[in-house]
């Protein structure tokens, strides 16, 4: 790989090295310019490099195209490499500054007036995990935003009172993808239980899509004596109507399975109705479910 200094740059860099770093390396133009003509080294884009001893990545091409325009990885790149659920390294994004070049061979570039700070992850440049919350807002749909915020507040990387003072700063200045995140806070309270999945979230939302009003996330019922009887997916408690997600992945194993029926026993002997949905209903059966529910909530033993 020629000298230790390029090597190590190499190494550190996903196989890829700009034209200056290869100068700052201690090589000159003509050195540089054999390198390519040789094989040894390809040309990415202009300027930038890729050894051929090191085979091409998504993180090596995500780089190089951030090198070529002087970008950040951003939207659905940043995303990934945020290790955010539901996203791949399917496609490439960045954002340059307003007025720098839109067109490059096989990425997505993005314009922005606010580029702000970016943060460093697996030696890309990318923007900040609340930066891309907005960011998304403008190239997927609004359920997954809500999925991404999910995530974020289960896992304690923001809070909502900083979500909510990001969507002051940037809705004022009218970026796109203010909208999707509104959508998703909207009704949030400091209290507010989040979901432990994007599925319960979804559910959610098909049924406050279908005219009912939003069920409680994660809700816990007790006894009378205060002693914890079940925690459920969804509960209008009001009505003493639960829902519950069977799903496959965490349902189907022997303890789960027999954990459930108990608990859902436990619930219907202490005068709450449950209704179990799975996957296929919730892709399948829309009015179904919606007539399901409604009926619950309106049977004579549900609370007023």
Request: charge should be positive; glycine fraction near 8%; aromatic fraction near 8%.
């Amino acid at each position: 790989m020629g000298t230790e200094a390029q090597a190590a740059i190499f190494r550190a860099n996903h196989g890829v090295i700009t034209r200056e770093q290869a100068r700052s390396s201690g090589l000159t133009n003509r050195q540089i310019d054999y390198r390519v003509s040789t094989g040894e080294w390809v040309r990415v884009y202009p300027a930038v490099y890729r050894h051929t001893a090191i085979a091409p990545t998504w993180h090596s091409e995500m780089l190089a195209a951030c090198h070529s325009v002087g970008g950040i990885a951003s939207h659905r790149s940043a995303a990934y490499l945020h290790g955010f659920e539901g996203f791949r390294p399917s496609r490439r994004e960045l954002v340059v500054a307003h007025g720098q070049p839109r067109q490059l061979r096989g990425v997505t570039v993005h314009q922005s007036t606010q580029m702000g700070s970016f943060e460093v992850v697996n030696r890309i440049p990318c923007t900040g995990p609340l930066r891309t919350v907005i960011d998304l807002g403008a190239v997927v749909s609004r359920s997954s935003v809500s999925d991404v915020v999910d995530e974020l507040l289960r896992t304690r990387r923001t809070t909502l009172a900083e979500l909510k003072a990001l969507l002051r700063q940037d809705g004022a200045r009218g970026r796109s993808g203010t909208a999707a995140l509104r959508h998703s806070l909207g009704g949030r309270g400091e209290k507010s239980p989040v979901p432990l999945s994007s599925w319960s979230r979804r559910f959610s939302d098909l049924l406050t899509g279908g005219g009912l009003t939003p069920p409680v996330c994660e809700y816990r019922i007790v006894d009378a004596a205060g002693q914890l009887l079940a925690q459920v997916d969804l509960a209008y408690p009001e009505y003493n109507v639960a829902i519950e997600l069977d799903s496959v992945r965490w349902h189907m194993n022997h303890s789960s399975f027999t954990g459930d029926r108990q608990r859902w026993n436990r619930l219907m002997l202490a005068g709450w109705s449950v209704l179990v949905f799975t996957w296929s209903d919730y892709k399948n059966r829309v009015p179904q479910v919606l007539d399901e529910v409604r009926r619950a909530l309106a049977a004579p033993n549900s609370r007023n």
